[in-house]
């Protein structure tokens, strides 16, 4: 039985991941559980799983999900980053599923592999921000790294059973997201509501935002590239409108292997909890007769602006991962807010990365102060170079609900 902490229980994902381990109770048993300010539903949790100890963002929550617990067989409850790292490092624990949203879940994820604890990844940012450092940590423990993208996912399930001597690439496979055949023009006028609604994926609002606009895709290259030891020459990405497919290796013989599930991140999360075997987890199977087509197009490198600045990234590697993935938080919250337009995100992370100075990171405290520069600098120039335009969306916006 895998005993598990859920960082991030009330997201998308740690819901999932809760449902997985509460269909398979032989196997599964959760030790803890951390959310950030959804109360309610953590309480829901605790009731249903009964784990040791929570942690929650803030102290004066702690407080409150602490008087809505019983007085007796209550779990500890703890706040903060230092709660977040005690409930990944438990002695009892030996998985972590790593579903915190953003930058906040680096630490926490870094401290379990040193912990010596097996991660199942959601947290895309740990390895994107400090890949070359989780991964040696990891060696370093001798724990798995088990990816819970679909992409990832599929990529691990495509490489089992073969030499990696013989791999020749690996291709990510992506939706599109909303506006794939959208004019770029009509682009400037889309509105957050009109980017949280995916055609396929059902997942929380940055994941979403970094879908539509492909920086989800860049941020996997790189992803990929630490969590497989690839060059990033052997990673291409094709755009996938069915979602069937989730990735495939492409051997040197010319074989390609795939992996093709319906679009639920329910999949990925069960194999990464359940790894190496497959579990039930109740999904309706794949329809190919009603999937029909399945087709494949290169990326518009000119339309999803942000897949370009990642891959920049990715080559440039050192500190230029983290300021792209702090930049990226920042513009995606500004839009998601309403203070800048779609088509200015891109165009706020290219200056956030064109006035950073790349320098190498040799420890998590570096990463996260190249996160912390370029989430200054990005809300600095986001005040002072967009201003103007916020004042112009908020009045076009107005003049819309108008009409």
């Known amino acids: 039985m895998k005993k598990i902490t859920i960082l991030g229980s009330t997201g998308s994902i740690g819901v999932r991941a809760l449902k997985v381990a509460g269909s398979n109770p032989e196997n599964f048993k959760i030790v803890a559980l951390s959310a950030g300010k959804n109360k309610d539903l953590l309480l829901s949790q605790i009731e249903a799983f009964r784990p040791a100890a929570v942690a929650v963002s803030e102290e004066s929550l702690a407080i409150e999900v602490k008087n809505c617990l019983p007085a007796s067989n209550a779990p500890e409850v703890l706040f903060g980053v230092e709660g977040f790292v005690r409930i990944a490092t438990l002695e009892s624990v030996d998985t972590v599923v790593s579903a915190m949203t953003g930058a906040a879940g680096l630490v926490p994820t870094y401290e379990a592999i040193k912990a010596g604890k097996d991660i199942a990844l959601a947290n895309k940012e740990t390895i994107v921000m400090a ?50 055949d959208m004019p770029l023009d009509e682009m400037r006028e889309v509105t957050a509501a009109q980017a949280l609604r995916h055609p396929n994926w059902s997942m929380g609002p940055k994941i979403t935002i970094d879908s539509a606009t492909m920086m989800n895709k860049g941020l996997e290259v790189i992803e990929a590239k630490w969590l497989f030891g690839l060059e990033i020459a052997q990673i291409d990405i094709l755009i996938h409108p069915q979602s069937i497919l989730h990735s495939m290796v492409e051997y040197k013989d010319g074989s390609i292997i795939g992996q093709l599930g319906i679009p639920d991140m329910t999949i990925p999360i069960s194999y990464a909890l359940s790894y190496p075997r497959h579990v039930s987890n109740g999904l309706s199977p794949l329809d190919l007769e009603k999937v029909g087509n399945l087709s494949f197009e290169r990326p518009d490198m000119k339309r999803f602006r942000c897949l370009g600045l990642a891959l920049k990234a990715a080559a440039e590697g050192g500190s230029v991962p983290a300021v792209l993935n702090g930049a990226n938080e920042v513009a995606v919250d500004a839009f998601l807010r309403g203070d800048i337009g779609f088509l200015d995100i891109p165009e706020l992370i290219e200056k956030t990365m064109e006035a950073h100075n790349h320098h190498p990171v040799d420890a998590i405290e570096a990463v996260m102060e190249a996160d912390r520069w370029a989430r200054d600098t990005a809300v600095g120039i986001r005040n002072s170079e967009f201003g103007i335009r916020n004042s112009e969306l908020r009045v076009k916006k107005s003049v819309r609900r108008s009409i």
């Open 131 to 180: 890949g070359p450092l989780v991964m040696a940590e990891a060696k370093k423990r001798g724990v798995s790294i088990l990816p819970i993208d679909s992409e990832h996912s599929a990529i691990l399930q495509s490489l089992k059973g073969h030499s990696r001597e013989d791999l020749k690439r690996v291709i990510l496979t992506a939706s599109g997201g909303p506006f794939r």
